[in-house]
């Protein structure tokens, strides 16, 4: 299995940058897409941003042109820089990890979530 941590989650002012980090550990065979999820209070949880192993990405409408997701595959590690935060990206953001594992099934790990709070 795979265990995700987040981090970097925090209080910031509108207009501010943010940068998440998660880390990917475990048991595995071999990690496919990485990406980010969030979920507000009272919403759905909603795609983010995600990246394949080969470096291409998918983003939400509400973030095009604010967020940029990039990872590291050496490090299994994925980050989301975060940029011109408004108050509607106010929510829980996860970490999420389609891997293969030693006998060859395909699976989802997440992670246990970074708050995110924007002021305006």
């Known amino acids: 299995q795979v265990q995700l941590v987040e981090s970097g989650g925090e209080l910031v002012q509108a207009g501010g940058s943010l940068r998440l980090s998660c880390a990917a550990s475990?048991?595995?065979?071999?990690?496919?897409?990485m990406g980010w999820y969030r979920q507000a209070p009272g919403k759905q949880r909603e795609l983010v941003a995600d990246i394949t192993s080969r470096g291409s990405t998918n983003y939400g409408d509400s973030v095009k042109g604010r967020f940029t997701i990039s990872r590291d595959n050496a490090k299994n590690e994925v980050y989301l820089q975060m940029n011109s935060l408004k108050p509607e990206d106010t929510a829980v953001y996860y970490c999420n990890a389609e891997f293969i594992d030693p006998v060859f099934r395909r699976l989802d790990a997440w992670g246990q979530g970074t708050l995110v709070t924007v002021s305006s």
């Open positions: 475990g048991r595995y065979f071999r990690i496919n897409a």
